[in-house]
């Protein structure tokens, strides 16, 4: 089952813009992570945010949540070309997770347009 | 950094084989894990190991089983490949709960 909901589907913007996603999930989480993906390769790690954090930076990226609405955001500033690819958030569960189990939504993909 | 191997980026088996999709990580990661993905469903938890010889049932474990024999190998098995097994699938490890390493992927066709 999908724990986590991202928004919008589907975004184009043109280069030197900012890109803005958004996540919402339905249960308590010890963190939530935003993973990248390029056309068919593996996901790659790019930020991570505890439960008990509200924002977080990485470069261009900028992460905030909001774990009374269950929501978060990604935002990519001054976004280029190479950007392009598609977002996943993840959530890692507060109930008993041994493991280190992620449940991850559908993704955003992204297109920046040179 | 470290490292998920799999073994093969593009696999075509027929129904009814028996496959074997594997899986290395070379930095001593506790957490192992087999994802498929297919369009609009998004990433599926098949199959989760949190330590050797340990396994746990993922969302859709059906027509799966796992071995983890050794701390650094993750082996996903198809018991009988069937065509709505045709997926991309994805490995990954972690540390504690820290963020995943993912491997390139494996686009399986069954034919």
């Known amino acids: 089952s999908q724990q986590g909901e991202e928004d919008p589907q589907a975004l184009s913007i043109q280069e030197g813009e900012n890109a803005t996603m958004n996540c919402s999930y339905k249960?308590?989480?010890?963190?939530l992570q935003w993973y990248r993906q390029n056309s068919g390769r593996g996901l790659v790690h790019l930020i991570l945010?505890?439960?008990?954090?509200r924002e977080k930076h990485s470069g261009r990226l900028r992460v905030t949540l909001d774990t009374s609405k269950k929501s978060s955001s990604l935002l990519i500033t001054a976004s280029r070309a190479a950007d392009t690819a598609s977002y996943f958030c993840?959530?890692?569960?507060?109930?008993?997770?041994?493991?280190?189990?992620?449940?991850f939504g559908g993704g955003t993909r992204l297109m920046v347009k040179p | 950094d470290v490292k998920v191997t799999q073994s093969s980026r593009y696999l075509v088996k027929r129904t009814g084989e028996k496959v074997f999709l594997e899986c290395v990580q070379d930095?001593?990661?506790?957490?192992m894990f087999w994802y498929r993905q297919d369009p609009g469903l998004g990433l599926r938890l098949i199959y989760f190991?949190?330590?050797?010889?340990?396994?746990e049932k993922g969302d859709i474990p059906e027509g799966y089983s796992v071995s983890r024999e050794k701390k650094e190998r993750f082996s996903l098995i198809l018991e009988s490949a069937s065509t709505n097994q045709t997926s991309m699938y994805l490995c990954?490890?972690?540390?504690?709960?820290?963020?995943?390493?993912f491997g390139s992927g494996t686009r399986l066709t069954v034919v």
């Open positions: 990954a490890s972690s540390f504690r709960n820290r963020g995943y390493t």
């Open positions: 249960t308590s989480i010890n963190n």
């Open positions: 945010i505890r439960s008990n954090e």
């Open positions: 993840a959530t890692d569960a507060a109930v008993n997770n041994a493991g280190n189990m992620l449940t």
């Open positions: 930095m001593d990661h506790e957490n």
């Open positions: 190991s949190y330590d050797v010889k340990m396994k």
